[in-house]
């Protein structure tokens, strides 16, 4: 079946940095995957997380720095970051900020993201 989504669906969080939930548990009633679009001003960042998901983390401008156990990976424009479940990580944007896309495999949920207090 085809299934046309006409937009997103913003997702408020703390911080200054927008989610326009395109295919998710919020926009669309997917529980397989989540479609987001972000965009992150300079200086923004989460706390530590250890999801329970396989995250894809497509950068379309600026700079995503991800903290793992191995020390920090920049991924710039143009770049792909892959995180497997059961990771501790943490998100913070470049200098620039950061416009990227992060598809979710099963779908994104707060209970999911396992986010350090």
């Known amino acids: 079946m ?9 997702i408020p ?7 326009d939930e395109h295919v998710g ?9 989540s479609i987001a679009h972000m965009v992150a001003p300079p200086g923004w960042e989460e706390p ?3 999801p ?3 995250e894809y983390t497509l950068v379309l401008r600026g700079s995503v720095l991800v903290e793992h ?7 710039l424009a143009g770049q792909t970051l892959v995180t497997e ?6 998100y913070r944007a470049g200098d620039e900020g950061a416009d990227y896309v992060a ?12 986010r350090d207090e």
């Open 103 to 114: 598809v979710c495999l099963p779908a994104f949920s707060p209970e999911s993201a396992r």
């Open 48 to 50: 530590a997380q250890t």
């Open 25 to 33: 548990r919020v926009n669309s009633g997917d529980e397989a995957i």
């Open 69 to 75: 156990a191995g020390g920090t990976t920049e991924v």
């Open 85 to 90: 479940p059961g990771e501790k990580i943490r």
């Open 13 to 19: 969080v703390p911080g200054g940095k927008l989610i």
């Open 2 to 10: 085809v299934r046309k989504i006409e937009g997103p669906s913003r």
């Open 52 to 54: 329970e998901f396989t």
